[in-house]
């Protein structure tokens, strides 16, 4: 956006918001209101609606170009150094053509979780080279669509063990060597769940009495410190006592170590970071989890797999779902919702581009590079701790640590302090001999030349132990080698993107995900350096620009949710969930009150309500809801009667995931405070009250917001997100710290009065990174720069505007099935298509497969009622898109009508054959009662911008009986 393009005399604001002015008077003609203000004063009670705040601490909006000059001056402030600190996080090199092509290409970073199969083949297939490459390296069966980072990755670890453990005990075995960050997220999760962590030393193994009772243990390879120990010892002494051994192994190391599957291992967790996902001072990046094959049932997490379509012809689904929460609920295998495709899909992409000759280059020069700084730190005089080495050294000299750290950060080096007397270094592949060199100098070899590094790296040995290199092959499917020129990459992630449908197509209208625009500017900074090759550890003086932007964004959450602090460190709603719930379990627990562990839930909920509360130790009970959809009052008075001992929390979504403004909220809030539980309010919904209402003025203690639903943040094809949890003063102690933290107060034990006035936040992590995912935070940043508080406050009123048109607009073809007491929906609402079941045969899943044909992304499916469509259409789309989806549905509801008429024979009509591939519509003799044209283009118009989806429907039951979820072989495509 150049200035003059601004000087239009419109704001962002206006180029944010679909509908203009006028279109917005069409609209509240067909809603039957006079104007946005009388439009959210009906919907909004007025017990709950505020007037808008006089004071601010959001500044008033800004352009595009302001926005990002003041980004630019917050991100000069940050120093980048090379960080050798390691410890799970590494200098990586993008391949432009990924940062370019996926990292940079709204086709992918604007697309939703794959649950529409047909319309995502491209991300699917991405994904299912992300598995093998996971699989393959880690020597397991099977491997999932990514997890949210390493050290959550070995907590869904350690409960998949003590759930697929034969061992009945509550114990866990954890290596001292594993990393310290890992570490303090499982003390803080096992101690929540009634685990018993005991630490143990690798090279001594764990003795028999601590095998004792010991569901499983976790094993680091190589070690944090870089120490390399064969696990195989210990998973067979752990085996044979029933356990299940996990390993946290290093995917790059994997390339020439023998991996977790050579060596027994039942579970491998871990990064794939350093697979070209830059550092972002911590995230986001996709952790891995794999399993060995009879524990494929127990993933937590995505999952891709292999089915077929209608027309026999192979095609990729997410499989075995029905472990996740969004059905099990409590019982679900973990509580992850969003996960991190976006960046699973880079690091399968530096995977494919490298291939396995590749990656053993890459990890090759590593190990070199290593032990040539290994022998410059001997000439140096310090002491190599290990015997042996992958990229990660720990030397040791009296005394001389600390001027050694200061003498590397004057050259421009980041090294982790360990003690007085221990220095640790890790090495990347973006670590040249010229870095030799210098750190050579640093550590006061004299005669150290640029050459001299050169010859030592070239003729350095690895420091692998020579015992445990790898000789299972790896990467082998030809997807690994196909695409080693530039050319071959583009066009390969072309050829993925334009399989799949995202926003850059067409409105995703899900309800309850708010697929609202991601505007350019807001993606820009993301990829500047200052931002992106930042490690979570560096010190305070070198991210003094992301603090203050996360300043920035913890003070402007903190004043349109009503709380008092927040905490950006959630990687998604649900950790936001667990760390709001972690907290309130802590609340309680200061006070004495052990026995608060209920919590209640109403039955409308999003799955995640229920699994994150178990994973917070708690114990749900259902609440009842009334035929209007609303929280049941009298059924809530009588739980919290039932457990007025036991009370931990109410858990309620508000707006509800009904899409209404419930009434009585507020009694809902007052009634759980005076049974002595806390609120917690889900804000996933937020997108429906910023501006107009406040969870922390009506009753809420806690919520979580989702940045990449009401904040901007892409949905990544399933992932990124950030979950931040914000929270009233009295539970800012129990919110997520970590003790690497550059701030004071948001250290684990930190004080109540932090620095900057802040409050501290004192409790256990939830993330492995102090600030979770900030590489993306410039995106909320901007979106809220160009905003302001008054834009923020127009865009809730237009999404709420937009998702009334379509209720109205609706409603005589397909019955809204909950309205508030005004008659009105929220930002969202639900299309009870049961009764056109009953009379036509057709379902919400061909009316969802017939809106391809039409060129939509269908809205969400049977949640949270079956047999249903909730749409939510967000402030970002323009009236001609909301016209033509609402006409799409009404033609799709004539079509309906014409098999209830019997003109289409129920089983051969366009929607129960939908979707219809260009294959499917030209192929040899056409014997359907409807015509080719009906079948691929229903509407007039719909020619030129016409979307061919690549498959046809798929069966999903076939996938889940005969699992596949690593590439299959090329002749399947045959
Ligand atoms: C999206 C959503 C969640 C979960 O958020 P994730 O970021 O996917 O983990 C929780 N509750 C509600 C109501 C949601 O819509």
């Given amino acids: 956006m150049t200035r003059a393009q601004e000087n239009l005399q419109t704001s962002f604001a206006d180029r944010h918001i679909g509908t203009t002015a006028a279109d917005q008077q069409v609209m509240l003609d067909a809603v039957g209101q006079p104007s946005l203000d009388a439009l959210v004063r009906a919907a909004i009670p007025a017990s709950i609606h505020a007037a808008p705040a006089e004071r601010s601490t959001i500044p008033a909006a800004v352009g595009e170009t302001e926005a990002l000059a003041e980004l630019r001056t917050k991100a000069g402030r940050n120093t980048v150094r090379r960080a050798m600190i390691g410890l799970g996080y590494h200098g990586t090199l993008t391949p432009a053509v990924i940062q370019r092509n996926v990292l940079e290409n709204p086709s992918w970073y604007t697309a939703y979780t794959p649950y529409q199969p047909e319309i995502s083949q491209g991300r699917l297939e991405a994904l299912i080279n992300f598995q093998t490459m996971v699989s393959d390296l880690t020597g397991m069966a099977t491997a999932g669509a990514s997890m949210l980072d390493e050290g959550t990755a070995v907590v869904e670890g350690m409960l998949l063990a003590r759930r697929a453990s034969k061992v009945k005990g509550d114990a866990f075995l954890v290596d001292a060597d594993l990393l310290p960050q890992t570490r303090a997220l499982l003390d803080h999760r096992a101690d929540a769940v009634g685990i018993a962590l005991r630490g143990f030393d690798p090279v001594e193994g764990p003795s028999d009495e601590q095998l004792e009772g010991a569901f499983g243990v976790v094993l680091q390879y190589p070690g944090a410190s870089g120490r390399i120990v064969d696990p195989s010892r210990t998973i067979e002494r752990v085996h044979a006592g029933g356990g299940i051994a996990v390993v946290a192994a290093d995917l790059l190391a994997m390339t020439l170590l023998a991996s977790p599957g050579d060596l027994g291992a039942d579970v491998a967790v871990g ?29 937590p997490g995505r999952l891709v797999g292999v089915s077929f379509d209608a027309d026999g012809q192979m095609a990729y689904r997410l499989s075995l779902q029905t472990r996740e929460q969004h059905i099990r609920r409590e019982k679900a295998t973990s509580n992850i919702c969003t996960a991190q495709v976006l960046l699973a899909v880079m690091a399968s992409m530096y995977a494919v581009y490298h291939g396995p000759e590749g990656l053993r280059f890459i990890a090759d020069r590593v190990a070199r590079t290593t032990s040539a700084l290994a022998g410059v730190a001997r000439d140096a005089g310090f002491e190599v701790v290990h015997e042996h080495w992958f990229d990660t050294l720990t030397l040791r000299a009296a005394g001389r640590a600390e001027s050694v750290i200061d003498a590397a950060r004057d050259a421009g080096y980041l090294l982790h302090l360990v003690d007085a007397d221990t220095v640790q270094l890790s090495v990347d592949e973006t670590t040249t ?7 050579a100098h640093v550590f006061g070899v004299v ?182 959809g609303n929280v049941d009052l009298a059924d809530l008075r009588a739980k919290t009667a039932a457990h007025a001992e036991t009370l931990a929390a109410l858990m309620i979504t508000y707006p509800s995931t009904h899409g209404v403004y419930e009434h009585d909220v507020r009694e809902v809030c007052d009634a759980v405070h005076d049974a002595g539980g806390q609120v917690y309010v889900d804000g996933a919904n937020l997108n429906a009250l910023l501006g107009h209402a406040r969870f922390g003025d009506f009753g809420g203690d806690v919520s979580h917001l989702n940045l990449h639903k009401t904040f901007c943040i892409p949905h990544g094809g399933g992932g990124p997100g950030v979950g931040p949890v914000a929270a009233k003063a009295h539970l800012a102690p129990f919110l997520p710290g970590h003790a690497m933290a550059q701030q004071v107060d948001r250290r684990p034990g930190s004080s109540a009065d932090g620095t900057d006035g802040r409050l501290a936040h004192a409790g256990g992590p939830v993330s492995a990174a102090p600030y979770g995912s900030p590489s993306i935070l410039p995106i909320t940043w901007t979106y809220v720069r160009m905003m302001g508080l008054e834009g923020l406050t127009r865009a809730t009123e237009a999404a709420v505007l937009g998702a009334n048109y379509i209720a109205s607009r609706l409603r005589d073809a397909f019955p809204v099935l909950y309205t508030g007491e005004s008659g009105l929906v929220a930002h969202e609402c639900i299309l009870d298509l049961r009764p056109l079941r009953e009379t036509s045969g057709i379902t919400v899943d061909d009316v969802a497969k017939r809106l391809v044909d039409y060129g939509f992304h269908a809205p969400t499916m049977s949640f949270p009622v079956a047999g249903t469509l909730m749409v939510e259409p967000t402030e970002s789309e323009d009236l001609a898109e909301l016209d033509r989806f609402v006409d799409a549905m009404l033609a799709i509801r004539a079509e309906a009508a014409a098999v209830e008429r019997g003109e289409w024979p129920a089983d051969d009509n366009p929607l129960v054959h939908a979707p219809h591939t260009a294959a499917s519509a030209i192929s040899g003799e056409w014997t359907h009662p409807y015509t080719r044209e009906q079948a691929v283009y229903p509407v007039p118009g719909i020619s030129a911008r016409k979307y061919w989806p690549p498959v046809r429907r798929i069966d999903q039951a076939y996938g889940d009986r005969n699992l596949v979820c690593a590439c299959p072989p090329i002749e399947a495509f045959a």
């Fill in 271 to 299: 990064t794939s970071q350093r697979f070209g996902v830059p550092l972002g001072f911590g995230g986001p990046h996709a952790g891995y989890l794999a399993v060995r094959a009879g524990l494929e049932r127990q993933l």
């Fill in 433 to 439: 001999p010229d870095d030799v060199s210098a750190l």
């Fill in 447 to 628: 005669d150290a030349t640029v050459p001299a590094a050169e010859a030592a790296v070239r003729d350095a040995a690895t420091g692998l132990p020579s015992d445990l290199l790898r000789s299972s092959e790896y990467l082998t499917h030809p997807v690994f080698s196909a695409h080693r020129s530039e050319t071959r990459m583009m066009r390969y992630l072309k050829h993925l993107a334009d399989k799949d449908y995202a926003l850059d197509r067409g409105m995703i209208p899900l309800g309850s995900c708010t697929m609202k625009l991601n505007a350019a500017t807001e993606m820009a900074a993301v990829t500047w350096p200052e931002f992106a090759n930042v490690h979570p550890f560096a010190p305070r003086s070198d991210v003094e620009g992301y603090l203050d932007m996360i300043g920035d964004l913890e003070t402007w959450l903190a004043e349109v949710t009503g709380y008092d602090t927040v905490s950006l460190q959630p990687n998604a709603g649900s950790q936001g969930e667990l760390a709001g719930l972690l907290a309130i379990r802590g609340y309680h627990r200061s006070r004495g009150d052990l026995d608060r562990t209920v919590c209640l839930i109403p039955s409308s909920a999003h799955g995640t309500n229920a699994a994150s509360a178990v994973l917070a130790g708690m114990r749900v009970v259902v609440v009842a809801c009334d035929e209007d």
